[in-house]
């Protein structure tokens, strides 16, 4: 049985090394370099998900991780995805939204009266 944590900029997928059932808490993040959301904070936790993923959930993504190097670690990732994340988040920002797939700030980014 796992208890893990993951950090992720995706709005939806969630990956492992691992296709062990158990409890995750997902950490959504966004980088925001310009700090245009929330000046002196260029990272943003914009939803947390917790959920239990059975064994069954997971599905084997592969790996191209060879002895000569390169490449990534075998990887599971959870099937549909969208659909086992509804109603799990405990935290979402209200002044975050998907917008094409991508978090984005409600009323899009912020200007200053001369443009920038």
Do not use: C
Not at 26 to 47: A, F, M
Not at 49 to 78: C, M, N
Not at 84 to 99: E, F, G, N, P, T
């Amino acid at each position: 049985m796992a208890l893990e944590s993951k950090g992720s900029k995706r709005p939806w997928a969630l990956q492992s090394h691992y296709d062990h059932p158990g409890w995750y808490i997902v950490w959504r993040y966004l980088v925001d370099p310009t700090e245009s959301i929330k000046p002196g904070k260029p990272v943003i936790i914009w939803r947390v998900d917790i959920l239990f993923v059975h064994k069954t959930d997971w599905e084997y993504q592969g790996s191209k991780a060879g002895p000569e190097g390169g490449g990534r670690t075998h990887t599971f990732g959870l099937r549909n995805p969208a659909k086992k994340l509804r109603d799990k988040a405990v935290y979402r920002r209200m002044d975050i939204r998907l917008a094409n797939g991508k978090p984005t700030p409600v009323n899009g980014p912020q200007y200053d009266a001369n443009g920038r």
